[in-house]
């Protein structure tokens, strides 16, 4: 059985920092792109966004560009995990943040939440002003 947990969310004031992590298990995770998404409060998953996403060897990451010089990803195979370095947090930052997975061996990843396979079930990020 996949499972892909996510932690690390909680509430934090504006221009703080906040890591999460994802966990993967239940999948050759070095065989695998991943992704973070968010989805911002009162929606459903239609309006799930994506952040960014990293190959399975780490060596290519995107970034969704009004989220990148602040938001970056990471993962370590060896312990089949996925971080997101979030900086400099404000109010509209504030959403249910997901990991999801999908198979790929090609040398590129994506941003689109359908072209993911499997999902957390997400963690809150909450921002005060």
């Known amino acids: 059985e996949v499972q892909v947990v996510e932690s690390g969310g909680g509430l934090v004031q504006a221009g703080e920092s906040l890591v999460l992590t994802c966990i993967v298990s239940?999948?050759?995770?070095?065989?695998?792109?991943m992704g973070w998404f968010r989805q911002p409060p009162g929606s459903n998953h239609t309006a799930r966004e994506g952040i960014n996403c990293i190959t399975w060897s780490g060596q290519r990451t995107d970034y969704t560009d009004s989220l990148k010089d602040r938001f970056s990803i990471s993962r370590d195979n060896a312990k089949n995990t996925l971080d997101l370095q979030m900086n400099s947090l404000n109010p509209e930052d504030t959403a249910m943040y997901y990991c999801a997975a999908v198979s790929a061996a090609a040398g590129h990843c994506m941003l689109l939440p359908g072209d993911y396979t499997y999902w957390g079930q997400g963690t809150q990020v909450t921002v005060s002003s």
């Open positions: 239940g999948l050759t995770f070095d065989g695998y792109a």
